[in-house]
């Protein structure tokens, strides 16, 4: 089985994700979304494997969200 991490490493999370993986030896493929963003049909297809709808992807308690909703 082939790991993918979506990666931002100005993310404190995601930087200890990214160990967290590294330590049990999985090697993941690393994504930088904010330099290479995923296509609409990517997006699609994680949402679905994540049983997820967008909205639930989204940070509620940040300022965009509040100020958006």
């Known amino acids: ?10 993310s404190s999370k995601s930087r ?3 160990q ?3 330590d049990n030896n999985v090697k993941p493929e690393i994504i930088e979304y904010l330099k290479t963003p995923p296509s609409k049909s990517e997006l ?3 949402l ?3 049983d997820m709808k967008p909205r639930d992807l989204m940070r ?3 300022a965009e969200y509040t ?3």
């Open 1 to 10: 089985m082939s790991t993918k991490i979506y990666h931002n490493p100005r």
């Open 16 to 18: 200890q994700t990214l």
């Open 20 to 22: 967290l993986l590294e």
């Open 44 to 46: 699609k297809d994680i």
């Open 48 to 50: 679905q494997a994540l």
């Open 60 to 62: 509620k308690g940040e």
């Open 67 to 69: 100020q958006s909703t």
